[in-house]
């Protein structure tokens, strides 16, 4: 029984397409978050939602737009998708905000060709 | 701006030998300090925390060191084994509502 699930695993596109990422914890944790891997192998936080609101949203591009409908779900719709966009994203989930450890799915790789 | 540095992208160790990781952080507001392990193709796993007013966190062979004065923390790992190979991620993170901020990990290697 997945505790973070996201969907889909791989996801191959071509440039200026749109495409979502959907994510879904059963945890009961009030904090969702979007992070992505590139390819130095950094994980950087995008975004944060704590309870269906936007808590933390670093500088990413207004391309990339969250959305929550419920606390357990938390997806991530891009627009216009350029080849920098090609990373693996990865969403988490976390009882609090802050001093949390995080629970992560297991990435989608997000090719753009 | 890397406020969370692993300097060595990958380890190899002996089974059964310690494996020692390392990482050192620039922004003295952390205070808690998380590792993670990640398999591939699967999402980073929690494996043990330390926070500031603790120098040492254990839970079985996985063991945590925190030198606030030097802004280092090391993972040690004894005895090794071989399902240890994975990636690992050091993570710091602050006061109030502040994300996670990771490492690029350390590759080790535990060879039978």
């Known amino acids: 029984d997945t505790a973070v699930s996201q969907t889909p695993k791989y996801l191959v596109t071509q440039m200026g397409n749109d495409k979502s990422i959907k994510c879904e914890q059963n945890?009961?944790?009030?904090?969702m978050y979007w992070y992505k891997q590139d390819s130095k192998k950094f994980l950087k936080i995008m975004f944060s939602y704590n309870n269906k609101e936007l808590i933390i949203n670093e500088t990413v591009p207004n391309r990339f737009s969250p959305k929550s409908p419920d606390k357990a779900h938390l997806n991530l719709h891009i627009n216009s998708l350029e080849l920098g966009d090609s990373a693996v994203y990865f969403c988490?989930?976390?009882?609090?905000?802050?001093?949390?450890?995080?629970?992560f799915g297991s990435g989608t790789q997000l090719s753009v060709l | 701006d890397q406020q969370v540095k692993q300097n060595s992208p990958s380890l190899s160790v002996q089974e059964g030998r310690i494996s020692i990781l390392n990482c050192d952080y620039t922004?003295?507001?952390?205070?808690?300090f998380l590792w993670y392990k990640k398999y591939p193709a699967e999402g980073p796993t929690f494996l043990i925390s330390i926070s500031s007013i603790k120098d040492k966190n254990e839970d079985g062979r996985f063991t945590v060191f925190l030198n606030k004065s030097a802004k280092h923390l090391s993972l040690h790992i004894v005895p090794s084994q071989p399902g240890d190979s994975a990636v690992y991620f050091c993570a710091a993170s602050g006061a109030g509502n502040t994300p996670l901020v990771f490492g690029k990990g350390t590759r080790l290697s535990v060879i039978a």
């Open positions: 945890l009961g944790h009030d904090t």
């Open positions: 988490a989930s976390s009882q609090g905000a802050g001093y949390e450890k995080l629970f």
């Open positions: 922004n003295s507001m952390f205070d808690y």
